[in-house]
C-alpha cells in the first residue's frame, strides 16, 4: 500500500466509518432504556503519552531517510481522531441521557492489527482480557468515567 492509501485506509475504519455507523443507528440507540456508546481506541491514540520513550513506537528511528521500522502514526493519528469524535458525541447525546465512551483495552495480540506473534513480541497481552473490561462498562462499573477515554487502569490523559 501507498502511504496515502495506509492513512485513508486507518482514518477510513477507525474515524469515518465509526462516525457514519454511529449517525446511522443513532436512532434505534435512542429508544434504549440504558443508551452507551463505547469507542474501542487505543493506548497509542495519547498526545502526552507520547513522550513515554518505554513505548516503541514513540523511540526516534536511526538518522537518515526513509526511516525504516515500526510505525503506527496513521493508527495512533486515526484512534485521536475517534477520540475527539466521541467528546463530540458525548456533548450531542448528553442531554438524551446517551452515557459515551472511548475505551483503550490495551495493546492486545489480535489479528487486527497484522500479526498476533508479532505483537505478543511487543508486550500484547492476550485478546480476552478485554471482555470483562468491556463488559464492566456496559454494565455501569464506569459510569462516574462517562465521556472520558478509560483504560482499564483508570482515566486515560490527553
Known amino acids: ?24 443507528f443513532i436512532p434505534l440507540l435512542l429508544r434504549s432504556t440504558d443508551p452507551r456508546i463505547l469507542f ?9 503519552g507520547t513522550e513515554d520513550m518505554a ?5 526516534s528511528p536511526d ?5 525504516r521500522g515500526f ?3 496513521a493508527y495512533r493519528s486515526a484512534k485521536t481522531g475517534l477520540n475527539m469524535m466521541m467528546r463530540n458525541w458525548h ?13 483503550a483495552p490495551g495493546l492486545l495480540a489480535t489479528g487486527l492489527g497484522g500479526n498476533p506473534e508479532f505483537l505478543k513480541k511487543l508486550g500484547a497481552g492476550d485478546p480476552a482480557v478485554a ?13 462516574a468515567d462517562v465521556g472520558k477515554v478509560i483504560s482499564r487502569d483508570g482515566i486515560q490523559p490527553w
Request: aromatic share 6%; no cysteine.
Open 1 to 24: 500500500m501507498t502511504e496515502r492509501e495506509v492513512w485513508n485506509k486507518s482514518w477510513n475504519v477507525n474515524t469515518a466509518g465509526t462516525q457514519i455507523m454511529t449517525s446511522t
Open 91 to 103: 456533548r450531542l447525546l448528553k442531554n438524551d441521557g446517551v452515557k459515551v465512551w472511548a475505551i
Open 63 to 67: 538518522k537518515g531517510w526513509p526511516k
Open 71 to 73: 510505525t503506527a502514526t
Open 55 to 59: 513505548i516503541r513506537a514513540n523511540q
Open 40 to 48: 474501542i481506541t487505543s493506548g497509542l491514540s495519547t498526545l502526552s
Open 131 to 143: 471482555g470483562p473490561f468491556i463488559r464492566d462498562v456496559i454494565e455501569g462499573v464506569r459510569d
